[in-house]
Nanobody, 117 residues
Framework: QVQLVESGGGLVQTGGSLRLSCAAS????????TGWYRQAPGSQRELVAI???????HYADLVKGRFTISRDNAKNTAYLQMNSLKPEDTAVYYC???????????WGQGTQVTVSS
């Protein structure tokens, strides 16, 4: 139902910052809970952060204090601000929109984040 286009990934040095964007083909983001997930080589896809339609946020322990999830309903876009990046943050990052009523998941195509040591 929802098309998601991610951008903002790339190669950065340890301690650097990136801002990931996820543009949605949906004008009413209040219908969805937004999450960012990541998957490193040889690992399972893991939750990084979520933001509810009411603005509540939750973060994985490994990114608390460094990452910030946000949404801009006027721009139909979700963001993940990533600061103080570490090599262990290297992964493909995916945005997810989950419909509050149906529970249906919508996934972005993924964007590569590589942090050099």
């Amino acid at each position: 139902q929802v098309q998601l286009v991610e951008s903002g990934g790339g190669l950065v040095q340890t301690g650097g910052s990136l801002r990931l964007s996820c543009a949605a083909s949906e004008s009413n983001l209040n219908l969805y809970v937004t999450g960012w997930y990541r998957q490193a080589p040889g690992s399972q896809r893991e939750l990084v952060a979520i933001i509810t339609s009411g603005g509540g946020t939750h973060y994985a322990d490994l990114v608390k204090g460094r990452f910030t999830i946000s949404r801009d309903n006027a721009k139909n876009t979700a963001y993940l601000q990533m600061n103080s990046l570490k090599p262990e943050d290297t992964a493909v990052y995916y945005c997810n929109f989950r419909h509050r009523i149906s529970g249906a998941d919508n996934w972005g195509q993924g964007t590569q984040v590589t942090v050099s040591s």
